[in-house]
């Protein structure tokens, strides 16, 4: 029987409230540059998981708002929001309909999560319609390659990973949900890191609870792969092992 997103999420919950790739990374900390100008009040992030981007905005926003489908990652945001100090309201909801009346947020925020939406069309018109006038809707996610050998190799280890991934979009691909949905984009950052030292296979594989078949095959893969195949997508060999630099893009839109 297949897992759904929210199902596989809400049995590793916990390792992604102490990831070290979801905790903290320069995407965070290069969004909050993006945002400098016109520093949000009201924020909501969708797909939250426990809440390492809502909870980045603790001092700066005074409404704090984490949707997400399944119930334990609300309950690891709960947690790590009360350890701090920092109140914010979870929502009980999946990214493509969230209970809130359109215009509510000065930022509707996502990140590392919509390579599991099942449309990803979608879900960018609702983030768009939850958006103030004015407001923003900001993504940070897994980014696609152009290049349609290196993507499907992307791919494939991606769903060997997580079975519940669905896709890694393009930053061209970004640019038509963000435009379909009515989004001024005003900065698209493509071939970022999540790790600039790289993640090791073992770690990623344990963050995701990847049964050991699945990471066999990943590194029988990889092993496989042409050389020139794993440079373009950042992986190498270290130590008998192959490191990850979870590459990912910022794409950030303005509503009229």
Known sequence: MTTSAPEHFDAIAGQYATSEVHANSPTIRRLHELLRRHPPASVCDVACGPGHLALSFAGKAARIVGVDAAPNMLRQFEQLAQARGVKVEPVHAHAEAVPFPGNSFDAVVSRLAPH???????????????????????????????NPALDDLNHEIERLH???HVRSHTAIRWRKFFEASGLKIEALESGLTEMSDGLTVRRWC??????PEAQAKIR??????PQEHLAGLGIRSENNEFRLPVRTLIILGRKG
């Open 206 to 211: 344990e963050i995701g609870s990847t049964p």
């Open 116 to 146: 599991h939406f099942p449309d990803v069309a979608k879900a960018v018109k609702e983030m768009a319609r939850l958006a103030k006038g004015g407001g923003v809707v900001a993504v940070i996610d897994l980014e696609g390659n152009e």
């Open 162 to 164: 997580d079975p519940t």
């Open 220 to 225: 029988a893969r990889l092993a496989a792969a």
